[in-house]
């Protein structure tokens, strides 16, 4: 914007074209301004922010259909940007405030917890009894349940809180010690049932900490609604450029209408036992699933329910 020569006593004669309340103004009369347009910034809330102003120092029409609602559409595509500002900045604390609740409320689950683990297990070793033995490992047993329906709880807050399941691609990684792990702690917590494993010596890229959840929950499932007195088998292959694990075992078939709801949250079916649990086990699995990239499958026959997981390896 440019200033004309005049004085501010010749400016002062000539008043600007906008409302006679500002037209002798001294401020457009130091300045010279002669035009004048401002528009009102409101945001979605209806406050207001502020103003959309332009000046010059050369008589314009203004008062224009056209003119007017240039400066509308700006003011409102200004108070679009700072509402959506806005809002992330909204969301970043209410992240961050998730984060934190998550955290303290994984902490103060988990800690008591640790503390009856480490006592049960030092009790077990100087058990004088079967029947004391035979306690032990009932509360063990209770105690690692326990544990896995904390992860599979917080997994859910997180997920549905905004989250979302943290998944820590390694590089390529042997799955089978693992996947051993987890069926020799099932074992030991279920002594009466029988697992069996047939699993596979390949490398896959993945979170290993995650896929040894995501056969914690199938196994605890098989366990759960399988028949007591029936074999558990895990199976891992690789079939197609993919990382197949399967968990299959004996007992009532499931209704097809109610496969599709099985990956639900909360979803219990018709256990036959006392043990139901949150209903979140097969929906941890599906979403471990999902964040590999994967895809979960289910069977089920008179003579045998299926579970199979497939990861590309790639």
């Not at 800690?111 to 004088?128: H, I, K, V």
């Not at 209408?257 to 949150?278: D, M, T, V, Y």
């Amino acid at each position: 914007m440019q200033r004309n020569s005049r004085t501010p006593a010749d400016r002062g004669r000539r008043p600007c074209r906008c409302r006679p309340l500002y037209a002798k103004h001294h401020t457009p009369a130091f300045y010279g301004l002669q035009s004048y347009i401002s528009m009102p910034i409101l945001l979605k809330d209806g406050s207001f922010f502020g103003t959309l102003c332009a000046i010059d120092t050369k008589p314009q029409k203004l008062n224009t259909p056209e003119t007017i609602g240039m400066f509308k559409l700006f003011a409102e595509l200004i108070a679009f940007h700072l509402d959506a500002h806005q809002r992330l900045d909204q969301e970043r604390q209410a992240s961050e405030l998730r984060e934190q609740f998550i955290a303290v409320l994984g902490h103060d689950l988990r800690n008591p917890l640790a503390s009856l683990d480490a006592g049960t297990r030092m009790l077990q070793r100087s058990a004088a009894d079967d029947k004391t033995k035979s306690v032990l490992t009932l509360m063990r047993s209770s105690i690692s349940r326990m544990s896995g329906l904390i992860d599979n709880v917080l997994d859910f807050a997180r997920g549905r809180m905004g989250g979302g399941f943290a998944i820590e691609h390694a590089d390529r990684v042997p799955l089978r010690p693992v996947l051993e792990h987890v069926i020799a702690e099932l074992n030991m917590a279920h002594p009466d049932r029988r697992i069996s494993a047939n699993l596979t010596d390949a490398m896959v890229r993945c979170d290993e900490g995650r896929i040894g959840q995501l056969l914690s929950n199938l196994l605890s499932n098989a366990l759960t609604h399988g028949a007591e007195d029936g074999e558990i088998r895990v199976r891992s292959e690789i079939i197609d450029d993919h990382f197949a694990l399967s968990v299959c075992n004996a007992g009532d078939p499931i209704p097809q209408e109610k496969i599709a709801e099985l990956f639900k949250p909360f979803f219990r079916g018709e256990p036959n036992s006392g043990q139901q649990g949150l209903g979140l086990g097969l929906y941890i699995v599906a979403e471990i699933t999902k964040a590999h990239n994967g895809t979960l499958s289910v069977t089920s026959t008179p003579e045998e329910t299926c579970f199979t997981v497939k990861i590309p390896l790639q």
